[in-house]
T-cell receptor, first 116, second 114 residues
Framework: DAGVIQSPRHEVTEMGQEVTLRCKPI?????LFWYRQTMMRGLELLIY????????DSGMPEDRFSAKMPNASFSTLKIQPSEPRDSAVYFC??????????????FGPGTRLTVL | GNSVTQMEGPVTLSEEAFLTINCTYT??????LFWYVQYPGEGLQLLLK?????DKGSNKGFEATYRKETTSFHLEKGSVQVSDSAVYFC?????????????FGSGTRLLVRP
């Protein structure tokens, strides 16, 4: 398997523009997580899905952020309008859980977002 | 609530030195504990894990023992290499709340000099 795929790898945009980040999880995984990483705040969980349904979006910082998972193989994180403080590396991760056992989260390579 | 506390970095060592990165946790239930590693320009990847008290996780020469009495999960390696330079994250997952979320520490940067 190719692992978790994220696109684009780098995004530079201007304040006020809409930004869409994309993620393709590992086939067969039923959980998908979106994280944001900054020097100041470290690694933050933004939202996660189970079987394409959002379970917990309490980490989404503002209404400017939204995430969707229209099917098991695709998710998007959208920021509209973007602001300079949104500059960060955004990671997508996926995992598979059978019963109560824990299985590791597999991370994508991340999208480095710069908002000017 | 659940939380993870790691020692501040960066940690700078010479090659072949002994490594310890401290990690302590607070959890309301019965957490599983993990160490993830992030190499430059990459995403996080699982290094090792332990799912119950007294378990020892090990991988690539790294070890960590789940100590319930001290609520700790310190990462150790007997002889580090330059290639171990990375950021290391301690994390927990508490299934008591039926969630598969990971709670991460702030990360500790390790720099190994030749």
């Amino acid at each position: 398997d190719a692992g978790v795929i994220q696109s684009p790898r780098h995004e530079v945009t201007e304040m006020g523009q809409e930004v869409t980040l994309r993620c393709k999880p590992i086939s067969g995984h039923d959980y998908l997580f979106w994280y944001r990483q900054t020097m100041m705040r470290g690694l933050e969980l933004l939202i996660y899905f189970n079987n394409n349904v959002p379970i917990d979006d309490s980490g989404m910082p503002e209404d400017r952020f939204s995430a969707k998972m229209p099917n098991a193989s695709f998710s998007t994180l959208k920021i509209q309008p973007s602001e300079p403080r949104d500059s960060a590396v955004y990671f997508c991760a996926s995992s598979f859980h059978s019963g109560s056992s824990y299985n590791e989260q597999f991370f994508g390579p991340g999208t480095r977002l710069t908002v000017l | 609530g659940n939380s993870v506390t790691q020692m501040e970095g960066p940690v700078t060592l010479s090659e072949e030195a002994f490594l310890t990165i401290n990690c302590t946790y607070t959890a309301t239930g019965y957490p599983s504990l993990f160490w993830y590693v992030q190499y430059p320009g990459e995403g996080l990847q699982l290094l090792l894990k332990a799912t119950k008290a007294d378990d020892k996780g090990s991988n690539k020469g790294f070890e960590a023992t789940y100590r319930k009495e001290t609520t700790s999960f310190h990462l150790e390696k007997g002889s580090v290499q330059v290639s171990d330079s990375a950021v290391y994250f301690c994390a927990l997952s508490d299934l008591l709340d039926s969630s598969y979320k990971l709670i991460f520490g702030s990360g500790t940067r390790l720099l190994v000099r030749p």
